[in-house]
């Protein structure tokens, strides 16, 4: 079982649509979570930490639910420049600049 | 923010040779350097973990004698795949963070090298 999951979709949507992907994580000891936001081909860029009382960034919100083990991220009004491959990430240390563990990611494609 | 520089970005060799791949932080000193690799479709897996000045320290299922790491100063990192097969075919991404202090203390991706072995 791979340590971090996601549903891969993809997930097809219309622009200024509000979409939420889930993802799973199995250590409870994983201390720091994240979203990664990959284009095609290129290297995965910091989109938000995630923190267990929420935060929200525009028009991204993220939610960590620590008893569940499990990590949301919405997206209000989505934007053709949204489309993307969505990675969550979780850390066992206290930031992001040790060992991450990656899920396979989500795909999202926004439609005009 | 901090830059990574991975050179090349794309090389293609051929089966049983070696491919060497730097991986460079260009405005600070990384205290610690990591390699990635991604299949198509899948999440990035972590190969391994390298100190400046130490040996780098490989997860489990990486052949270290396959993949040499070797990480001489605190801004540049060689990754060096040995005698390639087509299965070693893949995009490979280093990261590095520097020290705590740094103004923007976080993990910072280069931009990857696709590797394909004929």
């Given amino acids: 079982r791979k340590e971090v999951e996601q549903d891969p979709g993809p997930f097809n949507v219309p622009e200024g649509a509000t979409v939420a992907f889930n993802c799973t994580y199995s250590n409870s000891a994983s201390q720091s979570f994240f979203w990664y936001r990959q284009d095609c081909r290129k290297e995965p860029k910091l989109l938000m930490s995630v923190y267990s009382s929420g935060n929200e960034d525009g028009r991204f919100t993220a939610q960590l639910n620590r008893a569940s083990q499990y990590i949301s991220l919405l997206i209000r009004d989505s934007k053709l420049s949204d489309s993307a491959t969505y990675l969550c990430v979780v850390s066992h240390g206290s930031s992001n600049t040790g060992k991450l563990i990656f899920g396979q990611g989500t795909t999202l494609q926004v439609k005009p | ?118």
Wanted: proline share 5%; charged share 15%.
């Fill in chain 2, 1 to 118: 923010g901090a830059v990574v520089s991975q050179h090349p970005s794309r090389v293609i060799c051929k089966s049983g040779t070696s491919v060497k791949i730097e991986c460079r932080s260009l405005d600070f000193q990384a205290t610690t350097m990591f390699w990635y690799r991604q299949f198509p479709k899948q999440s990035l897996m972590l190969m391994a973990t390298s100190n400046e000045g130490s040996k780098a320290t490989y997860e489990q299922g990486v052949e270290k004698d396959k993949f040499l790491i070797n990480h001489a100063s605190l801004t540049l990192s060689t990754l060096t795949v040995t005698s390639a097969h087509p299965e070693d075919s893949s995009f490979y991404i280093c990261s590095a963070s520097g020290p705590p202090g740094l103004v923007e203390y976080e993990q910072y991706f280069g931009p990857g090298t696709r590797l394909t072995v004929t």
